[in-house]
């Protein structure tokens, strides 16, 4: 990894990125937090998480296409802009109607400028081998696992601290300003370009991305195991409202983001693999277990994240349609926040008619159901 952090710039985009990452890892975890505190209701707060992803969801591969079109620069500063604007809004009227805050939030979401896919874009650009491309993968899913454990923390502390809508604002404020100097360092600017007047454009029509059959596998199971992660987050949240202790929402999922950057230096296994490893790690969490081995159940059963991101990486990289490789990088992270937002919403409703081990159930199927698509799928094989 040291290798390509070598190339001209790559550590500023880098840094850029790792930031990018740390805000979206506080976000998530911050809008809970702060709408469970200001409306003391963890179905609304799994409301508006769910509002958020949903945004990203819809959102993504519109800005993906539009970035594949017009050039990153500025789609990036332009969609950093509208994302900070609606972040702040929702952290500064704590009790706005649920309708607004869901509007808010799905637009903030909506407007979550694509830097970790444009990044990608990047280093196939910038480097010369296959290995050190897959390094580059490896070195993404580390920092999008860095991203998780800090900035979880941090929000989990400012909410600890009484002040949950501080993490929203942070988080508002790191993204445009660590997207503005991404955009405009030089191989973001110089690969943002579109292509000359006259030159062959791609084929374009209403699917992009979607005309691989490899995609849309992986948008799928994708997708499942978005539910899993965004039932995690809602669990978290009830586990730590269950001891009254805010802040210890933060150290449970920093822990499974620690378990998911140590799984990024496993030997390689097919997805089927680390989807079933998924499932094991989880089910011992719907069993009563004290905070210290709910944290160490956390980290085994983020063990398969950061693998898994990696080799969907690796696959989008393959499988897309000429001009559409950020459109489908897009896909994958869009897959995963559409499960996300039904995971958070689903795994909301049931912590509040019962515990947070609901939550847990809600995380399993999802990982049961992914375990089966990656199951019955090429892309096991891959």
């Known amino acids: 990894m040291l290798t390509i952090l070598r190339k001209p710039y790559a550590a500023g985009l880098a840094a850029a990125n790792l930031l990018v990452r740390l805000a979206g890892g506080a976000v998530a975890l911050a809008l809970v937090l702060h709408a469970q505190a200001g409306r003391g209701s963890l179905t609304a707060a799994g409301i508006i998480a769910g509002a958020y992803a949903a945004g990203t969801a819809c959102g993504a591969p519109v800005t993906g296409r539009l970035v594949d079109r ?7 500063l332009t969609a950093a802009a509208v994302h900070a604007a609606a972040l702040l809004a929702v952290a500064g009227l704590p009790h706005a109607p649920l309708a607004a805050a869901e509007d808010l939030a799905a637009l903030a979401g909506g407007a979550r400028p694509p830097v970790a896919a444009w990044m990608r874009g990047i280093w196939a650009a ?31 502390l400012l909410a600890a601290l009484g002040r949950p809508a501080l993490g929203l604002a942070l988080a508002a404020v790191t993204t445009a300003a660590a997207t503005t100097v991404f955009a405009l360092l030089p191989p973001a600017r110089h690969a943002a370009a579109p292509p000359p007047a006259g030159t062959a454009r791609p084929r374009r029509d209403l699917l992009g991305a979607l005309r691989s059959p490899t995609i849309r596998t992986l948008v799928a199971s994708r997708t499942a195991l978005g539910v899993t992660l965004g039932a995690l987050q809602v669990a978290a949240a009830g586990f730590a409202a269950a001891q009254a202790r805010p802040g ?20 390689r296994l097919p997805p089927a693999a680390l989807t079933g490893v998924m499932c094991a790690g989880l ?10 081995w709910q944290a160490v159940l956390f980290a085994v059963a983020g063990l398969p994240v950061a693998p898994l991101n990696a080799q969907s990486y ?3 990289e393959q499988a897309a349609p000429p001009g559409t490789r950020t459109e489908a990088r ?9 499960g996300s937002a039904l995971g ?12 947070a081990h609901a939550a847990i159930a809600v995380a399993v199927a999802g990982a049961a159901a992914a375990l089966l698509l990656d199951t019955t799928t090429g892309i096991a094989r891959r």
């Open 283 to 292: 089910l011992p969490l719907l069993l009563p277990a004290g905070p210290a």
């Open 248 to 267: 210890y929402a933060g150290v449970l999922l920093g822990a499974s983001a620690l378990g998911s950057l140590a799984g990024s230096a496993a030997p």
């Open 314 to 316: 690796d696959i989008t």
């Open 330 to 338: 897009t896909w994958t992270s869009t897959a995963t926040m559409a």
């Open 70 to 76: 017009l050039g990153a620069t500025r789609v990036l």
């Open 344 to 355: 958070a919403a689903v795994a909301g409703t049931a912590v509040e008619h019962t515990t």
């Open 126 to 156: 910038i480097l010369d081998t296959d290995e050190q491309r897959r390094a580059s993968y490896r070195l993404e899913s580390a920092l999008l696992e860095i991203g998780f454990i800090a900035g979880p923390l941090v929000a989990g």
